[in-house]
RNA sequence: UAAAGCAAUCGAAUAAUCGCGCCUGAACCAAUUUCAGGUGAGGAAAGUCCGUGCAUUCAAGGACAGACAGCCGGGGAAAGCCCGGACGGCGUGAGCCGGUGGAUAGUGCCACAGAAAAUAUACUGCUAACGGCUUAAUUGAGUACGAGCGAUGGUGCAACGGUGAGUUAAGAGCUUCACCAGCGGUAUUGAGAGAUACCGGCUAGGUAAACCCCUGUCGAAUGCAAGGUUAAGUUGAGGGUUAUAAAGGCUGUCCGCCAACUUCAGAAAAAACCGCUAGAGAUUGAAAGUAAUUUCAAUACCAGACAGAUGAUUAUUUAGAAACAGAACACGGCUUAUGAGUUGCUUUAUUUU
RNA sequence: CGGGAUGUGGCGCAGCUUGGUAGCGCACCUCGCUUGGGACGAGGGGGUCGCACGUUCAAAUCGUGUCAUCCCGA
């Protein structure tokens, strides 16, 4: 398990687009406090990486800076579910995209981190 | 002490733990990966309002359009740029603001009101000095017909210089006078925009951020997703390429120029690399200049991503809780957003000496 | 990254070219008609013309700046 230690480095997120659009096409969403979860494909071989997208669109909000403070806080709380190994059944998939939405934007990092914890659990 | 004006500066710090992009070196080496070190957002990176470099395509050249600038001098690659000055406006003041050529080149417009809104005398009016007429019969009285006048006119942002006197039949810049405004000329002064003084004639409405005129400047289009390289197939090869007309392309139009057609083969999508950061740079010092800025010397190399790197938590401190805000080819400006402060100079008011 | 438009009563739009009165439809209010409602008829109210500064005697209209929204191209 030596990738967690080494999470969300470039080769573990979701890069090219063909990949973004193949897992919005799932249609498998969950919804919690502003931010979606989509989730992809199962994987066909385990030895492959669970690869994280994080999207803020800019119709969220018109500031970059704030829209990169949320794509922050969702990655960092991904990033310490993987450390601590609070992953439940997410790894079965191939991608994962977080979507930060308009209700998200003012909230602080201990409340993304539940919301993501929770929608981690969701997952099946 | 309080309130202001101008200029400059700063754009949270420290520690611990967990993390990220890029570069260099080492280990293992096919790639990956690991370790160590270095480095890693702004004063506005923003808005994209101007101007450049750079790249590609087109362009023989010319004409007309078109765009932009608009007080003077200087700086600058250039700029709706900067500095110094002039003039005008605002402010008690320090200071601030100004797209500031031309209305005598021409055209247009100036609602309502008003006699009239630009060829003023058509209208309302004033005048019995002069001519005429009536009366009386020397002088006088009446009459606005001729003639004279431009003062009077409930307006309006604005009424063909203003106020006051003198002159007159009534009147008037009427050159008769005083002051003021405007125009022209001369002299002095200044590098110039201008300033000051004197003289002259007697007066010219406003609007050019209405069309326009004048002076000056400008190859055009597309923007790094430009454009180039890697592998095959990012189209290529052969023939034709005379004239006229129409459509097409080349710069917005025209002159002018290019090109046209056909045959064969091919045409799914994505990727990697270069461009990509050594520069109209940065920091420090010296010199010239009122300044903008320029010159010289020294020092260091200081983001380069591509779903896109600076973050999270905790503690302490200022102010328990830190603003506006995130590079995407680069640079010079402008504009806008911005918390708490710090420094220097200056002004006004009050109090004390 | 580049380009183009639009902001006017509660809603949807005229008016801007050529500057002087802000208008139309739906909606709203009152009255009439009707047993009552709708429809119809008559009357009425409601607008900082996105915001700021300027030009002008005068600005929704002209100029500059700014804010917001929408669309297009790669």
């Known amino acids: 398990m030596l990738f ?8 573990y997120r979701l890069k090219n687009k063909s990949a973004f ?3 919005y096409r799932v249609k498998k969403s969950f919804h919690k ?3 979606t979860l989509f989730a992809g494909l199962l994987k066909k ?4 990486f669970t690869k994280a997208g994080f999207v803020v669109s800019k119709k969220t909000h018109k500031r970059a800076v704030k829209r990169n403070r949320l794509k922050r806080l ?3 709380s991904y990033r310490l579910a993987l450390k601590s190994g609070k992953l439940y059944n997410s790894q079965k998939y191939m991608s994962l995209i977080f979507v930060g939405g308009e209700h998200a934007l003012g909230k602080n990092f201990h409340e993304v981190q539940n919301i993501i914890k929770n929608l981690l659990q969701r997952l099946e």
Do not use: P, V, Y
């Not at 967690?4 to 080769?11: A, G, S, V, Y």
């Not at 071989?45 to 492959?48: C, I, R």
């Open 4 to 11: 967690w230690e080494n999470m969300l480095k470039k080769q």
């Open 21 to 23: 659009s193949a897992t």
């Open 33 to 35: 406090g502003g931010i």
């Open 45 to 48: 071989d385990e030895n492959s």
């Open 74 to 76: 969702m990655r960092e």
